[in-house]
T-cell receptor, first 114, second 113 residues
Framework: DAKTTQPNSMESNEEEPVHLPCNHS???????IHWYRQLPSQGPEYVIH???SNVNNRMASLAIAEDRKSSTLILHRATLRDAAVYYC???????????????FGRGTQLTVWP | KAGVTQTPRYLIKTRGQQVTLSCSPI?????VSWYQQTPGQGLQFLFE???????NKGNFPGRFSGRQFSNSRSEMNVSTLELGDSALYLC????????????FGPGTRLTVL
């Protein structure tokens, strides 16, 4: 399984942008980069995903390096509600035995200060 | 649209007992996955069901089993409970397998005494 590396924790002030990095140097050509987050006492929540190009949605932006060995989740204006554990996950779309499963690492604990 | 629902939300059992947890996916979703979350091991994949068939299984002992019904609802069963089975059990549904996003339920908190 392709592995991801994230910092254990990061901090931000409210209304400031947050850049959450993820390294995935062994990524394969068929791996999509997914981000999920888990707020306290809740199940994980999908944030965004991409393959090669940068992606934007209402929650965040995903910037993918040209060589795809790293990516950055960008929260444009952090709010207190964004305090959560953020997981960077690689999903292989090759229809093999691992199709559908998510491999969660330890993620990054984001603290947002008022 | 209603989200993923899991019942019960909390459960207390004793060692040696068995337990059945239930998951109702989002309407129209055909894939259901189960995960175990513990402070020590984090989130670990248990198994995935699609169209009533187990498509994928994680590295858990045979005491952990599951099934999916024709309406896509899923159950997981743990037999001969051990203290280490205490965890938050999360169910996730998605429209199809593959790259589609998964929607997680709130989980069932199982405590084994």
């Amino acid at each position: 399984d392709a592995k991801t590396t994230q910092p254990n924790s990061m901090e931000s002030n409210e209304e400031e942008p947050v850049h959450l990095p993820c390294n995935h140097s062994t990524i394969s050509g068929t791996d999509y980069i997914h981000w999920y987050r888990q707020l306290p006492s809740q199940g994980p929540e999908y944030v965004i995903h991409g393959l090669t190009s940068n992606v934007n949605n209402r929650m965040a932006s995903l910037a993918i390096a040209e060589d795809r060995k790293s990516s950055t989740l960008i929260l444009h204006r952090a709010t207190l509600r964004d305090a959560a554990v953020y997981y960077c996950i690689l999903r292989d779309v090759d229809r093999g035995s691992t199709l559908g499963r998510l491999y969660f690492g330890r993620g990054t604990q984001l603290t947002v200060w008022p | 649209k209603a989200g993923v629902t899991q019942t019960p939300r909390y459960l207390i059992k004793t060692r040696g007992q068995q337990v059945t947890l239930s998951c109702s996916p989002i309407s129209g979703h055909r894939s259901v996955s189960w995960y175990q979350q513990t402070p020590g091991q984090g989130l670990q994949f248990l198994f995935e069901y699609f169209s009533e068939t187990q498509r994928n299984k994680g590295n858990f002992p045979g005491r952990f089993s599951g099934r999916q019904f024709s309406n896509s609802r899923s159950e997981m069963n743990v037999s001969t409970l051990e203290l280490g089975d205490s965890a938050l059990y999360l169910c996730a549904s998605s429209f199809l397998q593959g790259v589609y996003e998964q929607f997680f339920g709130p989980g069932t908190r199982l405590t084994v005494l």
